[in-house]
């Protein structure tokens, strides 16, 4: 009876799967089976996998696991070889070589190349697949060294090495016979992505809402699949739409046609970081607007985070914030007592607020900020917003005359295509530009309003403030609040608000409605051993007065 054989073949790239090479080893290595006496027991083929490593390489663990199984009993074998066309088909890292080698060795199977008759169990057989074992992962990495000097090159020179993203098309010419690859516009999906960067920059989508207002409008990914939040992420922060390539952590500028405008890509970039979805996930809009105070509270006992979380009871949610590190490691204190309760310690901040007055100087300096910032809003802003108006319904007329010269034959296709190309060019500048005012003119807004409240009455305008304006005065006014206890320990003052204090243009209201904090002083230089440079103050702090309870 014959001793049986494994045969395996592979090919490591996709175009090879039709051609001659994964065709012919089957019928090569029956052949050199039958020769040597062996009667093929299966055949195992890998397609398109590298043999850098044996990840994703099924046909060769299915032979693998199989020679395990029918040679589990070492007084029956029934697999006694393993033949390859030559040993870089098995593996190209000499690792991967050698373990293999073991499995089989193990289980009493020799391995065999076609090509390489001198490879067997002997000594000078071993010696031979050692040295090509070697040579083969030389050969390997050697050619990934061109590759990627060459991959370098072609970047450098703004050539695409990729598959070019949603909305181009990668394409090839003949060439004084040598094929050139280059990169176009998709002619349809074009469109539609620089209408959904043009959406998108208004703020008025969310990442989710977005790729279903696309999906509708019939604008799929490059395999034809439906549109997901996470790719409109990654499509919004990719540079490649601006005729940017980027490669190795450096940026060159393409030969590929660009799509959207700096203004455009910047503005929607803005969009994103204010929506903070990192299209990870769908955020609760409610998370973000009750638990604004993340970014400001620490924990008194340990300096840890604060996060925000609720239970449900019986008529409604109970909504706290409460030390971070209870989530990550609960032993290292106890939740009793350390979950401060929302509408609590939201009045209690308002409260701090109340401990700053601004001076009349200040105020009066904050005012004439707001005044200029109306001004500009108001004056070349909403000037040159007119002009570009006045502009596209100009260059809107010209377009539809030529459109209708060409349609009554009077215009040649080439002197349509030149200046209806001009025209379109000319519209998309002045929309990028109109977009770039009205974002600007929101920001703008938005600063007058917090400006002219804050002149006013800071605890109020404090009050009044929806969350995102909340979080800018935090971040203007305070450095940290520590809580514990249920309550606020400790407030820092932003380095800001300290110089501030310093200069006497804020003044501390040390006594509050109810006495319940008071300033500390502010510490002078140290005169002990462990000197600090001249001008060093700790920063003040408002701090919990535990001796004094009662009304003034």
């Avoid at 903070?276 to 006992?301: E, M």
């Avoid at 106890?334 to 601004?358: M, R, T, W, Y």
């Avoid at 596209?392 to 009554?408: F, V, Y």
């Amino acid at each position: 009876m014959k001793p049986n054989a494994i045969l395996y073949c592979r090919v490591s790239d996709k175009s090879q799967a039709d051609g001659q090479s994964i065709k012919l080893q089957p019928p090569m290595l029956k052949e050199f089976a039958t020769k040597n006496g062996y009667s093929v027991y299966r055949v195992f083929i890998d397609v398109a996998k590298s043999g850098t490593s044996t990840d994703k390489r099924d046909g060769l663990w299915d032979a693998l696991n199989l020679i395990e199984k029918e040679n589990k009993d070492k007084n029956k074998p029934r697999i006694q070889a393993f033949i390859v066309q030559d040993t870089d088909r098995l593996a190209r890292n000499e690792k991967d070589h050698y373990l293999i080698r073991a499995h089989l060795k193990k289980y009493g199977v020799i391995l065999l190349s076609k090509n390489q008759p001198g490879i067997n169990d002997s000594a000078e057989g071993l010696l031979l697949d050692t040295l090509m074992a070697g040579v083969n992962a030389f050969q390997s990495r050697l050619t990934g060294r061109k590759v990627r000097n060459t991959v370098s090159m072609m970047a450098e020179n703004g050539l695409t090495t990729h598959k070019a993203p949603l909305g181009y098309l990668n394409r090839q010419r003949e060439e004084g016979g040598k094929t050139i690859k280059y990169v176009e516009k998709d002619p349809d999906k074009s469109k539609l992505v620089l209408q959904m960067f043009r959406l998108y920059s208004k703020g008025l989508y969310s990442l989710h809402a977005l790729a279903k207002y696309m999906n509708k409008r019939g604008l799929t990914t490059t395999g034809d699949k439906p549109l997901q939040a996470s790719g409109l992420s990654e499509i919004m922060n990719n540079r490649y739409y601006l005729g940017k390539i980027k490669h190795n952590g450096k940026e060159f500028q393409g030969k590929h046609p660009r799509l959207i405008s700096d203004a455009l890509f910047k503005q929607c970039a803005k969009i994103l970081e204010i929506q903070r979805n990192h299209a990870s996930r769908r955020r609760k809009p409610k998370n973000t607007k009750l638990f604004y105070l993340k970014d400001v509270l620490k924990c008194g006992s340990c300096g840890y985070r604060v996060t925000g979380g609720g239970s449900k009871g019986r008529d409604h949610m109970y909504n706290y914030y409460y030390c971070g590190r209870l989530m990550r490691d609960p032993k290292y204190h106890s939740k009793k007592g350390n979950c401060v309760n929302l509408p609590e310690i939201h009045a209690e901040i308002q409260d701090f607020f109340g401990l700053l007055e601004l001076t009349p100087d200040i105020v009066e300096e904050v005012k004439m900020k707001a005044a200029q910032i109306l001004s500009e809003t108001h004056g070349d802003m909403d000037g040159e917003r007119a002009e570009i108006q006045r502009n596209l319904t100009r260059l809107d007329h010209q377009r539809k005359k030529l459109e209708g010269l060409w349609l009554a034959d009077e215009v040649v296709e080439d002197y349509y295509n030149r200046n209806h190309k001009t025209i379109e060019a000319e519209i998309t500048a002045a929309e990028q530009r109109l977009l770039e005012i009205s974002g600007l003119r929101t920001d703008r807004t938005t600063m007058f309003e917090a400006l002219v409240r804050l002149a006013r009455d800071l605890p109020a305008a404090y009050e009044k403030a929806n969350p995102e304006v909340k979080r800018m005065y935090l971040k203007i006014f305070w450095e940290c609040f520590e809580i514990g206890g249920g309550t606020v320990q400790k407030a820092v003052p932003s380095k800001v608000v300290t110089a501030l204090i310093h200069e006497k243009l804020i003044n501390l209201k040390a006594n509050s409605q109810n006495r319940k904090f008071l300033v500390s002083k502010v510490w002078l230089p140290r005169l002990d051993s462990n000197q600090q440079p001249i001008g060093y103050t700790l920063p003040f702090c408002f701090q919990k007065e535990w001796t004094i309870s009662s009304p003034i």
